[in-house]
């Protein structure tokens, strides 16, 4: 993303989602579900008026919670 100027951006990080703020980096938060995120980080953009982006996750191939 080229331009972060007042946007907070929900994406995930190592496992979990994170919410980071530009600017504001004490109001980022992680969460361990993108839906929580997704909701964490509209709630945080509304309140500041910011513009909100979710970067999804790159598809990896792995299976991560196998049916057995």
Same mark, same amino acid.
């Given at each position: 993303?080229?331009? #972060?100027?007042?946007?907070?951006?929900?994406?995930?990080?190592?496992?979990?989602?994170?919410?980071?703020?530009?600017?504001?980096?004490?109001?980022?938060?992680?969460?361990?579900?993108?839906?929580?995120?997704?909701?964490?980080?509209? #709630?945080?953009?509304?309140?500041?008026?910011?513009?909100?982006?979710?970067?999804?996750?790159?598809?990896?191939? #792995?299976? #991560?919670?196998?049916?057995?």
């Amino acid at each position: 993303m080229s331009d #972060t100027t007042n946007t907070v951006v929900t994406r995930p990080n190592r496992g979990q989602w994170e919410v980071a703020v530009d600017g504001r980096p004490e109001l980022s938060q992680s969460y361990s579900s993108r839906e929580e995120a997704v909701d964490g980080g509209r #709630t945080v953009a509304d309140e500041l008026g910011f513009r909100h982006v979710v970067e999804e996750a790159e598809p990896t191939g #792995t299976i #991560t919670d196998p049916q057995e």
